[in-house]
């Protein structure tokens, strides 16, 4: 049986973060990417970041927020192509959702865009809702679903 572990990112571990950058580049498009400021956003006090190791080998991480005393946000989730549909995207995302928790925030945001349909699926299977869309939110042509998970009523 694979060897599973999730950590909390060490923001000085520039190795692991160097790691998950490129994981960024791979995965998503330009547009879409953190990658160029990645650093910057960990920088922020406000924000954190788990990644899952798979034997070892880095296979997910999801980046989360709270710029608010109202409200989280979930910035990234992403797991590697050849780790999908093993149930890690859904551990990583229960992980952030426990963080964000304990920010003691009313509720989390997001933003999909509507045809990442394993993200969006992933999402309302934890009980997110479409708050509504926002369009050329990623760019002229890609729009995004803002989406909320509320605490208050869960
Ligand atoms: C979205 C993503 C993180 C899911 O990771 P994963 O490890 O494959 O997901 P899991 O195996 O934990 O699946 C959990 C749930 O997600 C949904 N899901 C995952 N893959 C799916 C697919 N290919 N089609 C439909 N639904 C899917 C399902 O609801 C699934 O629950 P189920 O197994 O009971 O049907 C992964 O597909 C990914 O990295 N995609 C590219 C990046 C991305 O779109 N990130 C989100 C936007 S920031």
Known sequence: MANVAISELDKNCG????????L?????????????FFENELKKKNSGLLYLHVDGELAGYVMYSWPSSLYASITKLAVKEQWRRQGHGEVLLKAAIEKCRTRKVSCIMLHVDPL???ALNLYKKHGFQVDCLVESYYSSDRNAYRMYLDFDSS
């Open 116 to 118: 990442r349909t394993p």
């Open 15 to 22: 190795k692991v973060v160097a790691e998950i950058v490129k």
């Open 24 to 36: 960024e580049r791979k995965i998503f498009p330009k547009h879409e990417s953190l990658a160029s």
